[in-house]
């Protein structure tokens, strides 16, 4: 059975799952009505990603942090990683595997807030897969695209619904919801506190990767090299049908990102106010 039709019997059977939507979905989908679509499908929960991307985030700096001669290659893009693997396994010893992947870090967390539910990763990328089949498969993650998700919502009839507005992620993190943008562990970690501007790299397309590497290779000064295998990163993954541009990609990921931290930044003022009133009684 493929991904997909692993899916469809998970969904048949009623075993529980958990859909673990990657960042770069405000692409393809709108947000909240697909919580409530993947729930009417049959998912127990829906949870954000970029949850376990904060957690990838976290790792890397500690590497970085604890020592200052730790050089890393990032890990997130699958494809990316094979390549090193195939091409230049001497530097693998570089691959920050010790920082989990976003999806690797959210089914942990999915494993551990929701015993006996098999997470599934719902993304941009084909080789989500292999990462998941050959580098993790203890987690059991079933990784498919937003375009085989289709083929699984109209398997079901499972139509957009407005009535889906008021469903909400059950675990969700604004501040890493730029991940799949080039750059996005850089720009959502604290990366640029602890590293001058010339110690990271931020490199996206295959046809850049190569030299990349060489710079990376002789030039010892770069600790870390934040790397995506598709153009301008995961927001261009195969896995993707849409009509927009990569432009067009970005600001979508980039006005959702926007949108939670102000609701993350207001619900801190009102949570402060709260407890500030509280306090006078
Ligand atoms: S950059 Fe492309 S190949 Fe790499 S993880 Fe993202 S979508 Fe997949």
């Known amino acids: 059975m493929n991904e ?4 469809i019997d998970l969904l048949e059977k009623k075993q529980p799952v958990v859909a673990m939507l990657a960042p770069s979905f405000p692409i393809v989908y709108q947000y909240p009505h697909i919580a409530g679509k993947l729930k009417r499908l049959g998912f127990a929960y829906v949870v954000e990603v970029s949850a376990g991307a904060k957690n990838t ?3 890397a700096i500690e590497i970085l942090k604890n020592d200052p001669k730790a050089r890393i290659i990032t ?3 699958a494809s990316f990683v094979r390549m090193i693997r195939t091409k230049h396994p001497h530097l693998k010893q570089f691959l920050g595997f010790a920082a989990d992947s976003p999806m690797v870090a959210t ?8 015993p006996g ?3 599934i990763f719902i993304g941009p990328c084909n080789a989500k897969k292999l990462e998941a089949n050959e580098d993790y498969p203890e987690l059991e993650i079933v990784s498919v695209t937003y375009k085989q998700m289709k ?7 499972i139509q957009d619904e407005p009535n889906d507005k008021n469903t909400k992620f059950d675990i969700e993190e604004a501040n890493t919801r730029l991940y799949p943008i080039s750059g996005g562990l850089a720009q959502s970690s604290l990366v640029k506190d602890l590293l001058a501007d010339d110690e990271i790299e931020v490199v996206s397309g295959w046809q850049n990767c190569e030299q990349a590497l060489k710079r990376f290779e002789t030039n010892e000064r770069i600790r870390l090299l934040d790397i995506l295998f598709c153009d301008g990163g995961c927001i261009n993954g195969p896995g993707i049908d849409s009509p927009l541009n990569t ?11 926007k949108k939670g931290t102000e609701m993350t930044f207001f619900t801190t003022i009102k949570q402060m106010l709260a407890g500030l009133s509280k306090s006078k009684i």
């Open 247 to 257: 432009d067009q990609r970005r600001e979508k990921v980039i006005e959702f990102w």
């Open 117 to 119: 539910h098999r997470a």
């Open 57 to 59: 985030n976290s790792a």
């Open 4 to 7: 997909p039709e692993i899916l």
């Open 151 to 157: 083929d699984v919502f109209d398997h079901f009839q």
């Open 107 to 114: 089914a942990r967390i999915v494993n551990e807030k929701y």
């Open 75 to 77: 890990s997130p893009c």
